[in-house]
């Protein structure tokens, strides 16, 4: 069990953290987090399920106007991602789901906090930014309507009951590790409830059906919490395309097709194998979302395609939090988001202008990159930069920052409220920047003003085929997203997103860099912002400038552009 670190070498994706575990989680909490039920035939089916799946990619598709945004119910994620409700992560680090929380946050995700955390729902909230609360339905209905009333009072946005696990034992694999569930978990939100001994079984009762089952949930027992929930409720744990009928007229908001991670019942289908006939019996505007086997991109990919809105994350996540803590699980949500609005602005300056700046760059003095880099990224950062008070920097940023001022792209995919002055660097033999975040706020040199990193954008000013190496790699959807401009192309991305330049082998890499304090800093509605400025550009050269629709949609523009900008 660990607290955060920093991130160890050799994470290039999601699967890493699953290698890495056993090396950070004690045996007996790694083989019950790792583990499946029985023999584990449904853990595997999960895999098996998403590794048959294949891919067939359409030709010449038009993409630029692509997204990953979603809308659940009331709220709007930039997304399709949610951390699952994982029990007892204090297994994995002793921050436990404060960490969790604090990703969570960090990365725009949901994350839906169980009722078996070790640490309160309330503690959890307080760390947390959009969240929902899983509930397991207490043998007291009175505890179950206070777990709920709770939820409420905390800010969590949504119920989400787990009807597939009525019984839960850890399995063979994790006792055999000498996992013991009395010594090793302990539900921090069930602290004040008593629960009554159960009455005798007789000669002629089951220990299952009115034993271990006396009190499982039945359906009147999800109508009543339906009914009384102010709160949206999600079933979780549907397999079934009749259960899944049944529970949305019952009024359930969504489901979440699942089996528990191949936890509960083992011998069910792979949650992705019953997938597409249940969003066929639901028909296409009722909200699903999947869990059980996600380890990609690819994965989501695949699960997005067959149906699901958005799905959940587990066993993962616990991984990255025992490697990494609180920056293991932001890493491993960045490695499979996909709302990065990375767009590339072609010919801000032209080859002979890009040129010209070259030229003047060459003459210049040079001083190595470590000594403007912070104390974490001095260990990673390996190239040179101009000083900022530099005449050939001022001058050239100045350039820039004109140019860009009257740039319509830039300006509706930045919405600059203000710039930090360009700053310029050269990597050449062997040159390289590691895996970093950018600061959150920059000071502005020689004043008093303070920037806020909401947009990282890099001008490059030489071609691509000058050199090897180099890439502006930007964690993406499915992994890395590899970025190689030619002179004068500018890409825009957003700070938060973890990144790296590689080493240049052959050849100087030049590039000016900078960061945009926007208007509209939360990246989901300038996101939003940005789809729309462009539907509204391509609509305007098809209809007259005075067309009702072209007009309609403007206002829509402004009227959101005047509701979320801070100026």
């Known amino acids: ?169 850890p399995s063979f694999r994790a006792l055999n590790a000498g996992f013991d569930p009395a010594q090793h978990t302990d539900a921090a939100n069930l602290h004040d409830f008593q629960v009554d001994t159960p009455p005798p079984l007789t000669s002629h009762d089951s220990r299952i059906f009115q034993g271990m089952m006396r009190q499982a949930p039945v359906w009147k027992d999800l109508q009543w919490l339906c009914q009384h929930s102010e709160l949206p409720v999600w079933v979780k744990g549907v397999l079934r395309p009749d259960d899944a009928l049944k529970l949305r007229d ?11 991670g191949g936890r509960s019942l083992d011998g069910v289908p792979a949650s992705l194998d019953c997938l597409g006939s249940i969003r066929r019996q639901l028909g296409s505007n009722y909200p699903i979302l999947l869990d059980s086997g996600i380890r990609s991109g690819g994965d989501i990919f695949k699960a997005i395609a067959l149906g699901a809105n958005a799905i959940l994350i587990g066993r993962l996540q616990v991984y990255a939090l025992a490697v990494a803590g609180a920056l293991g699980v932001a890493h491993l ?14 010919q801000v300056f032209t080859s002979a202008e890009a040129e010209q700046f070259r030229q003047q760059l060459e003459q210049s003095q040079w001083q190595q990159g470590q000594k403007t880099a912070g104390t974490l990224a001095r260990h990673v950062k390996q190239n040179l930069q101009l000083d900022d008070r530099h005449p050939v920097a001022v001058e050239l940023g100045g350039s820039i920052l004109r140019r860009l001022g009257q740039h319509p792209a830039f300006i509706s995919a930045a919405l600059p409220l203000r710039i930090y002055p360009p700053k310029f660097n050269r990597y050449q033999d062997g040159g390289h920047y590691g895996l970093h975040v950018d600061s959150a706020v920059m000071q502005m040199p ?16 030489n071609n691509a085929d000058e050199y090897d ?10 992994g890395v997203q590899p970025v190689k401009l030619n002179a004068g192309d500018l890409i825009i991305y957003p700070s938060t997103s973890l990144h790296r330049v590689t080493p240049v082998t052959r050849g100087a890499r030049v590039a000016s860099f900078f960061w945009v304090q926007s208007m509209v800093q939360d990246a989901t509605r300038r996101g939003m912002l940005f789809d729309l400025d462009q539907s509204i550009q391509s609509l305007s050269t098809q209809l007259e400038a005075e067309h009702p629709e072209l007009l309609r949609l403007s206002a829509i523009y402004h009227n959101l552009l005047r509701q979320w900008s801070t100026t």
């Not at 799946?53 to 709007?76: S, W």
């Not at 020689?446 to 000013?461: A, G, K, N, Q």
């Open 1 to 169: 069990m660990h607290t955060s670190s920093p991130l160890p070498a050799g994470l290039f994706c999601a699967r890493d953290y699953e290698r890495l575990a056993p090396d950070y989680l004690p045996s007996p909490a790694y083989e019950y987090v790792s583990g499946g039920s029985f023999e584990e035939r449904t853990l595997q089916a999960n895999r098996d399920a998403f590794s048959k799946l294949q891919l067939m990619p359409r030709l010449l598709q038009d993409v630029t106007h692509g997204h990953t945004r979603c809308h659940l119910g009331a709220d709007i994620l930039p997304h399709p991602i949610l951390l699952a409700p994982v029990a007892y992560q204090a297994l994995a680090n002793t921050a436990a789901e404060r960490d969790t929380a604090r990703a969570a946050k960090a990365c725009d995700a949901i994350m839906v906090a169980s009722t078996l955390s070790s640490c309160t729902l309330e503690d959890i909230a307080s760390h947390a930014g959009q969240r929902w609360f899983q509930l397991y339905f207490q043998p007291d209905q009175h505890h179950t309507e206070i777990l709920v009333a709770r939820a409420q009072k905390a800010g969590y946005s949504a119920i989400v009951v787990t009807l597939d696990s009525a019984i839960q034992a």
């Open 250 to 260: 019952l009024g359930a908001a969504g489901i979440i097709v699942s089996n528990h």
């Open 333 to 346: 949500i960045r490695i499979h988001q996909g709302n990065l609005m990375l767009i590339p602005v072609e």
């Open 446 to 461: 020689d004043t008093h003003l303070s920037v806020r990193t909401d947009v990282s954008c890099t001008l490059f000013l």
């Open 469 to 478: 190496g180099g890439e502006l790699e930007i964690e993406g959807p499915f």
